[in-house]
């Protein structure tokens, strides 16, 4: 009987070698798979977001293609407005104008000849009047879009007359073949309204930037000098600058307040510019005509202006302060030339000194003799 027990374990040994073979290499195929795939997948990452990178980078515009989609948009936008308008407006008042017209005839022949009734007939004036506004906001409607049309034909045909970024605007209008005035217009109209988006005119109108980074930045102007600050003025000037002042608007007031009046100012300013010369000649002597500076001519100012602002008034009162202030000002008259007699005898009594003192000296040194026993010699 032939021994199958060495057989099945043979067999069993065998096949689970092989079973075993099969596993691995499955696994590792599998395995195998797995790391290409991912390999492959990773590889495929990598490339999209390289390629999302770049699309997230802004890159350079070549002036050709920011021609070509600026002139997309010119005819997918107002391009394409101005078209449906100039269709639809001439279509319209076409249709309304021929029907105006026709009614309008029909007015005129009158109910008779036509056969209708008064009633039915009172609709054709009605429809007449209607149809032909109607017919004219069409045509209103189609003149808008010619026009809109038009300004894009010329905006188009500077856009492909433009060379790049920078356009000289006389050139650009002769290479266009467009009158330089309604080029510029054009332009003036594109940039203001974004037409030209981005787009920046020279100040004297003779370059057009299409890219305003371009625009050159204006120059900053020079700082204008700071004058000097002059020297301050001594009270001396100070005092002179008041005073003339003061001396014009005396001659301001006359003829303002009747003739008595001008009669005293008239003898004020005489005075008052007497005083005024001899300080300046003598600047030692302004501590002495101090109140006479913060005083007396304010003062005298102030009760002119009063005397001024009551204007043509005849009232008593009016009358009354006329009168008054005419009077001070005789008084501040005589006080004026009090303080400047007291100037010049002061002065006066210098004078006198020096003048005694410069005499002795001179006969000390033999430099005099007696006129007097000269004179009667020669008699």
């Known amino acids: 009987m032939p021994d199958n027990k060495h057989n099945y374990e043979y067999n069993y040994e065998y096949n689970y070698e092989y079973n075993y073979d099969l596993g691995d290499v499955i696994d590792n195929a599998v395995e195998m798979g797995s790391r290409i795939g991912s390999s492959v997948l990773g590889s495929i990452a990598d490339a999209l977001e390289q390629a999302g990178d770049a ?54 022949v009158g109910a008779g000849p036509l056969g209708l009734s008064q009633q039915d007939f009172i609709a054709l004036p009605i429809l007449t009047a209607v149809f032909y506004p109607t017919t004219l906001g069409f045509l209103f409607m189609a003149i808008v879009g010619m026009k809109k ?4 034909s010329r905006l188009r045909k500077l856009l492909r007359a433009a ?33 030209f988006p981005n787009a920046a005119i020279s100040d004297d109108y003779s370059t057009l930037y ?35 002042d003061f001396l014009n608007y005396l001659k301001a007031c006359c003829g303002r307040l009747g003739s008595d009046a001008d009669e005293e100012l008239v003898q004020m300013r005489k005075i008052c510019a007497s005083i005024l010369g001899f300080v300046h000649n003598h600047p030692e002597q302004l501590g002495r005509v101090r109140r006479f500076r913060e005083y007396y001519l304010p003062t005298t100012r102030k009760l002119l202006d009063t005397a001024q602002g009551l204007g043509d008034t005849d009232t008593a009162n ?30 006066s009594m210098d004078v006198s000194t020096e003048i005694d003192t410069l005499e002795t000296m001179l006969r000390q040194d033999g430099l005099t003799h007696d006129f007097e026993s000269d004179f009667n010699t020669r008699s």
């Open 210 to 244: 299409l890219d305003d980074s371009l625009l050159p930045s204006a120059p900053q102007p020079a700082a204008a000098p700071q004058p000097a600050s002059a020297a301050p003025l001594t009270e001396a000037e100070q005092f002179q600058r008041e005073g003339v």
């Open 55 to 108: 699309m997230g980078v802004k890159q350079p515009d070549s002036f050709s293609a920011w021609k070509r989609r600026l002139e997309r948009k010119w005819k997918n936008g107002g391009q394409s407005v101005g078209v449906a308008l100039t269709a639809v407006g001439w279509t319209f008042a076409g249709c309304f104008g021929i029907a105006a017209f026709v009614l309008g005839i029909l007015t005129a």
């Open 149 to 152: 049309l038009a300004y894009f």
């Open 318 to 347: 009016a009358a009354e302060i006329r009168r008054d202030i005419t009077g001070i000002l005789h008084t501040l008259n005589q006080a004026y030339a009090k303080l400047y007699d007291t100037l010049l005898q002061d002065v």
């Open 163 to 195: 060379n790049d970024w920078t356009c000289d605007l006389p050139a650009l209008a002769r290479k266009a073949q467009i009158k330089q005035e309604k080029a510029y217009e054009t332009v003036v109209k594109a940039v203001a309204n974004g037409d």
